[in-house]
């Protein structure tokens, strides 16, 4: 078994040619379009546009590699934002493999586990949409059922709680005042939380982490 350094060297190459190749295969897409349409783009307007959405989005991505990586791992890591959402469905799949293996951040183990979760979430995803697209036209009409359209608008609330509470009810101190704060937030400033999600993840974070240290300083936890 190759050592913890030599064997995250090597998968800090590979994460940076796929990448790339992920990357190359994205930017393919228009580009082929263009190629055989023979539309192009404004090119005065689409780079306004990408410096628009860069200034957006680009801080974002900046935050959401130094919040999520530590927690991944280096292999986890490149995989994840290979293949995206994070938030919603790697990041809660890493942390709950984690906990039931009981695994430490920084180890080998930690790896592997964070590598496995990763690549089994991915899988499941992609095998549940492929199912959910095959049987998106027969199932139409009960998706569109006036009874359970208010359902569908609590998915992610109901599922977030859930994941949540699994976490809080351990960690009650630690949670208490981060909590409260992106509770405030919310009724405070409802734009900014939802449009600037990973700026205010990253300040629950920071939060969270200044409040365990305060904690453990005092000897409370």
């Known amino acids: 078994m190759k050592p913890l350094l030599s064997y995250q060297d090597s998968m800090h190459r590979q994460g940076r040619i796929f990448t790339v190749l992920g990357l190359s295969v994205m930017i393919s897409i228009p580009i082929l379009i263009m190629l055989f349409t023979g539309v192009t783009p404004n090119i005065h307007q689409m780079v306004i546009?990408?410096?628009?959405?860069?200034?957006?989005?680009?801080?974002?991505?900046?935050?959401?590699?130094?919040?999520?990586?530590?927690i991944l791992g280096t292999t986890a890591t490149y995989l994840a934002f290979i293949t995206g959402n994070l938030a919603n469905l790697k990041i809660p799949c890493?942390?709950?493999?984690?906990?039931?293996?009981?695994?430490?951040?920084?180890?080998?183990?930690?790896?592997?586990?964070?590598?496995?979760?990763?690549?089994?979430?991915?899988?499941?995803?992609?095998?549940?949409?492929?199912?959910?697209?095959?049987?998106?036209?027969?199932?139409?009409?009960?998706?569109?059922?006036?009874v359970l359209q208010p359902a569908f608008?609590?998915?992610?609330?109901?599922?977030?709680?859930?994941?949540?509470?699994?976490?809080?009810?351990?960690?009650?101190?630690?949670?208490?005042?981060?909590?409260?704060?992106?509770?405030?937030?919310?009724?405070?400033l409802p734009g900014f939380v939802i449009g600037n999600i990973t700026i205010v993840i990253m300040v629950g974070a920071v939060t969270?982490?200044?409040?365990?240290?305060?904690?453990?300083?005092?000897?409370?936890?």
């Open 49 to 70: 546009g990408i410096g628009v959405l860069s200034l957006i989005y680009l801080p974002g991505g900046i935050v959401e590699v130094a919040t999520y990586s530590p």
């Open 94 to 146: 890493v942390m709950n493999a984690r906990q039931i293996v009981g695994t430490q951040v920084g180890t080998e183990e930690n790896e592997v586990v964070s590598t496995v979760s990763v690549v089994a979430s991915t899988l499941t995803t992609v095998t549940i949409m492929t199912i959910g697209i095959i049987m998106l036209i027969p199932l139409r009409p009960i998706l569109s059922s006036e």
């Open 153 to 188: 608008n609590w998915v992610v609330s109901a599922l977030f709680g859930a994941l949540g509470y699994k976490y809080f009810k351990g960690n009650l101190k630690i949670v208490a005042i981060p909590l409260l704060l992106m509770v405030v937030l919310a009724f405070l």
């Open 208 to 221: 969270s982490v200044l409040v365990a240290k305060l904690l453990y300083d005092k000897k409370l936890i």
